[in-house]
């Protein structure tokens, strides 16, 4: 793979300030370029007739050429295309009985030379490997009932639960059940059971509970040949190619144009009637392709940021940037965004590497995704993978958040403080007895807000509190970047048997779960899933990717337990505050003297946080292996969860208070 996808921590202000600010002077010889917002860029039909429009501001002419198929042959006609330089077009209309059912490119003269074939940057339908754009009618992929499908109603994000998930993984297993394997199609079969009779698939999602489903990249991208499916090639699918398409590898047939676009519509309704949402997850921040990249073939120069050398920037780690500061570009996440919002009913958008995008683009694309939906929601990865142009002031890093309105960003301050250091295998955290994360484990319990009680001074990522709300942080231990939670477990406790191990898993999901925020977990880690100690399984092939489904009944107790979890979570909104005054006000930490009692921390919900049916909720953590004692208030307090057990109703029995022994690498929850 080219453009491995590059999973990076938070880049500190300090880092790349001086360069920064050196590269707010960058070229920016575009500035004087017409834009267009239309919504008609580059294909529309209206009656008789079918219109091409291409923006391209600095051709000196242009064309769309016509094909009878998708992959081959050669043009059936090409037509010129005539300027409006006001709008940066150029525009050809032709009788729609010539043309529909057939497949087109653009080609545009620059400089003396006429540029390679391109679909452009927004076709909606294409050929096998999406090198042709094709001219269907979208509303014959419409499943049936299509009109009426909605996704669950999300009042507040802090209610959604996270499950972030890649096609192959879930289905491709023998254990999985499913027939439609590595396909759209894979979730839209019922009653799928693995070889123990237990349920996978979209059954299997119910049965857990969660609210969403983030499903890594399923736009049109480049590392899979699609007229050789049978090579079983893996790709996370961090390349994009065509950003307004599905992926043809996960449909049944790549070669038809409404297969794909069908298909994964029908996985999409599938989902909503069983109560789950649809996050996708885009990456406008880079393009498969440098100078052969669609974007360059129709507008060289124009998307991409360069350093004042000439040199592609790459704070993407992966060849190349995009320049959302510039309208067009802009314009284009923001329509393409609604596009996907609109035509497919996605329900929230993750945003690969976001702070490659500047904040203004940002919360553009929020503000206009609430006007055509109010609880579609948006998050993204804070940081960049490297330096860029575009200063730091303007990017949408953590840092920033505050800046966005309706924009959430990933606590990478929870994730490493919890497990230990994603860079670093053998790092151990709070979860796994290292001591001295207690104060930066506190900032993810607070949602990165202002507390009176946490000392920001002492985080080991962030040193203030960058959100003003918990809206605004998605807490996770693990994803699909770097190595699992297991794997992370087994690499930094290798003396540890599986079940200790386990032990460690339910204490930092514990964590993630009761954390205020949006929590967010990576598939199959309810069963204790692994990737065979891969971190970087981009590309890896599906021995080392799917989940074996065996799993769940190997790990039932695990299962159950996440079960637990995300139950109590939804049962109870102490846990989904939504204003950072709500937290400081009803969150109070237990006074702890971690030089005595390290890796411990106790807390309280209080005064029926949030409108609880619960006058009080009492949580502790103890990361330490051995055991360690807490003073709980007298009184009768019922036990939700405690030592490796829980019941989201407190049947684990009752407690008077006083002193209380938490077992070592475990958590306590009590309520009254």
């Given at each position: 793979?080219?453009?491995?996808?590059?999973?990076?921590?938070?880049?500190?202000?300090?880092?790349?300030?001086?360069?920064?600010?050196?590269?707010d002077?960058?070229?920016?010889?575009?500035?004087?370029?017409?834009?267009?917002?239309?919504?008609?860029?580059?294909?529309?039909?209206?009656?008789?007739?079918?219109?091409f429009?291409?923006?391209?501001?600095?051709?000196?002419?242009?064309?769309?050429?016509?094909?009878?198929?998708?992959?081959?042959?050669?043009?059936?006609?090409?037509?010129?295309?005539?300027?409006?330089?006001?709008?940066?077009?150029?525009?050809?209309?032709?009788?729609?009985?010539?043309?529909?059912?057939k497949?087109?490119?653009f080609?545009?003269?620059?400089?003396?030379?006429?540029?390679?074939?391109?679909?452009?940057?927004?076709?909606?339908?294409?050929?096998?490997?999406?090198?042709?754009?094709?001219?269907?009618?979208?509303?014959?992929?419409?499943?049936?009932?299509?009109?009426?499908?909605?996704?669950?109603?999300?009042?507040?994000?802090?209610?959604?639960?996270?499950?972030?998930?890649?096609?192959?993984?879930?289905?491709?297993?023998?254990?999985s059940?499913?027939?439609?394997?590595?396909?759209?199609?894979?979730?839209?079969?019922p009653?799928?059971?693995?070889?123990?009779?237990?349920?996978?698939?979209?059954?299997?999602?119910?049965?857990?509970?969660?609210?969403?489903?983030?499903?890594?990249?399923?736009?049109?991208?480049?590392?899979?040949?699609?007229?050789?499916?049978?090579?079983?090639?893996?790709?996370?699918?961090?390349?994009?190619?065509?950003?307004?398409?599905?992926?043809?590898?996960?449909?049944?047939?790549?070669?038809?144009?409404?297969?794909?676009?069908?298909?994964m519509k029908?996985?999409?309704?599938?989902?909503?009637?069983?109560?789950?949402?649809?996050?996708?997850?885009?990456?406008?921040?880079?393009?498969?392709?440098?100078?052969?990249?669609?974007?360059?073939?129709?507008?060289?120069?124009?998307?991409?940021?360069?350093?004042?050398?000439?040199?592609?920037?790459?704070?993407?780690?992966?060849?190349?940037?995009?320049?959302?500061?510039?309208?067009?570009?802009?314009?284009?996440?923001?329509?393409?965004?609604?596009?996907?919002?609109?035509?497919?009913?996605?329900?929230?958008?993750?945003?690969?590497?976001?702070?490659?995008?500047?904040?203004?683009?940002?919360?553009?694309?929020?503000?206009e995704?609430?006007?055509?939906?109010?609880?579609?929601?948006?998050?993204?990865?804070?940081?960049?993978?490297?330096?860029?142009?575009?200063?730091?002031?303007?990017?949408?890093?953590?840092?920033?958040?505050?800046?966005?309105?309706?924009?959430?960003?990933?606590?990478?301050?929870?994730?490493?403080?919890?497990?230990?250091?994603?860079?670093?295998?053998?790092?151990?955290?709070?979860?796994?007895?290292?001591?001295?994360?207690?104060?930066?484990?506190?900032?993810?319990?607070?949602?990165?807000?202002?507390?009176?009680?946490?000392?920001?001074?002492?985080?080991n990522?962030?040193?203030?509190?960058?959100?003003?709300?918990?809206?605004?942080?998605?807490?996770?231990?693990?994803?699909?970047?770097?190595?699992t939670?297991?794997?992370?477990?087994?690499?930094?406790?290798?003396?540890?048997?599986?079940?200790a191990?386990?032990?460690?898993?339910?204490?930092?999901?514990?964590?993630?779960?009761?954390?205020q925020?949006?929590?967010?977990?990576?598939?199959?880690?309810?069963?204790?899933?692994?990737?065979?100690?891969?971190?970087?399984?981009?590309?890896?092939?599906?021995?080392?990717?799917?989940?074996?489904?065996?799993?769940?009944?190997?790990?039932?107790?695990?299962?159950?337990?996440?079960?637990?979890?995300?139950a109590?979570?939804?049962?109870?909104?102490?846990?989904?505050?939504?204003?950072?005054?709500?937290?400081?006000?009803?969150?109070?930490?237990?006074?702890?003297?971690?030089?005595?009692?390290?890796?411990?921390?106790?807390?309280?919900?209080?005064?029926?946080?949030?409108?609880?049916?619960?006058?009080?909720?009492?949580?502790?953590?103890?990361?330490?292996?051995?055991?360690?004692?807490?003073?709980?208030?007298?009184?009768?307090?019922?036990?939700?969860?405690?030592?490796?057990?829980?019941?989201?109703?407190?049947?684990?029995?009752?407690?008077?208070?006083?002193?209380?022994?938490?077992?070592?690498?475990?958590?306590?929850?009590?309520?009254?």
């Open positions: 793979m080219k453009f491995p996808k590059i999973m990076a921590t938070a880049l500190s202000l300090a880092l790349f300030g001086a360069s920064a600010l050196a590269a002077r960058y070229d920016d010889r575009f500035a004087s370029y017409p834009t267009y917002s239309g919504s008609d860029l580059e294909l529309a039909i209206d009656g008789p007739y079918t219109h429009k291409l923006w391209s501001p600095a051709a000196s002419q242009a064309r769309v050429n016509i094909y009878e198929n998708g992959h081959t042959g050669l043009p059936l006609m090409s037509i010129p295309m005539s300027s409006i330089p006001a709008q940066g077009t150029w525009v050809a209309t032709v009788p729609g009985e010539q043309v529909n059912g497949f087109y490119t080609q545009i003269e620059q400089d003396g030379k006429w540029l390679d074939e391109t679909p452009g940057v927004w076709p909606k339908a294409v050929g096998v490997n999406g090198k042709r754009a094709a001219i269907i009618d979208l509303s014959t992929t419409n499943p049936a009932g299509w009109e009426s499908d909605r996704g669950p109603e999300v009042k507040n994000f802090t209610d959604v639960i996270l499950y972030e998930m890649h096609h192959r993984d879930m289905s491709m297993h023998p254990s059940g499913i027939v439609n394997k590595g396909k759209f199609l894979a979730l839209t079969e009653g799928t059971l693995s070889p123990e009779g237990l349920a996978t698939g979209i059954d299997h999602l119910k049965e857990l509970g969660i609210t969403h489903v983030h499903i890594l990249p399923s736009y049109d991208y480049n590392s899979v040949d699609e007229a050789n499916l049978p090579a079983n090639v893996y790709n996370w699918g961090y390349d994009p190619q065509n950003y307004n398409v599905p992926e043809g590898g996960y449909s049944t047939n790549p070669a038809d144009p409404a297969v794909r676009i069908r298909e029908q996985m999409i309704k599938a989902l909503h009637d069983a109560g789950i949402g649809v996050v996708m997850d885009v990456v406008y921040n880079h393009t498969a392709e440098n100078d052969g990249s669609n974007f360059e073939l129709t507008a060289p120069g124009y998307y991409h940021r360069h350093w004042d050398d000439g040199r592609y920037s790459d704070a993407s780690g992966c060849g190349n940037e995009t320049a959302s500061d510039r309208q067009q570009m802009s314009d284009f996440i923001v329509n393409s965004v609604k596009y996907w919002a609109d035509e497919y009913h996605i329900d929230g958008f993750r945003f690969d590497l976001m702070a490659i995008h500047d904040t203004e683009t940002m919360n553009r694309v929020a503000r995704l609430k006007e055509l939906r109010p609880d579609i929601f948006v998050y993204g990865e804070g940081w960049t993978a490297g330096d860029s142009p575009l200063p730091v002031e303007r990017r949408a890093l953590k840092e920033n958040v505050s800046k966005m309105t309706d924009i959430a960003v990933f606590s990478d301050d929870l994730r490493d403080a919890v497990k230990g250091h994603y860079s670093n295998a053998s790092d151990r955290g709070f979860a796994t007895g290292k001591p001295g994360a207690e104060e930066t484990v506190k900032i993810g319990i607070v949602a990165a807000t202002a507390h009176p009680q946490v000392d920001y001074s002492k985080g990522n962030s040193k203030f509190a960058y959100a003003a709300s918990p809206e605004m942080i998605v807490n996770y231990v693990s994803c699909h970047d770097d190595l939670l297991t794997d992370k477990l087994r690499k930094s406790m290798p003396e540890a048997t599986d079940s191990r386990m032990r460690a898993a339910k204490l930092a999901q514990t964590i993630v779960f009761t954390s925020g949006t929590p967010f977990m990576f598939a199959g880690e309810e069963i204790f899933r692994d990737k065979k100690g891969v971190h970087n399984s981009y590309n890896s092939p599906d021995s080392i990717n799917a989940i074996d489904w065996s799993l769940k009944s190997a790990n039932a107790d695990q299962f159950a337990y996440y079960q637990g979890l995300i109590l979570r939804k049962a109870h909104p102490a846990f989904r505050l939504t204003s950072a005054e709500d937290i400081a006000r009803h969150l109070v930490f237990d006074k702890i003297d971690s030089a005595k009692q390290p890796n411990l921390i106790s807390y309280s919900l209080v005064n029926h946080a949030g409108g609880d049916e619960w006058k009080e909720i009492k949580v502790v953590f103890n990361g330490s292996p051995e055991a360690q004692s807490v003073k709980i208030p007298s009184g009768k307090w019922m036990i939700v969860a405690r030592d490796g057990a829980i019941s989201p109703t407190g049947a684990l029995g009752t407690l008077k208070g006083g002193k209380v022994e938490v077992p070592g690498t475990s958590a306590l929850i009590l309520a009254r």
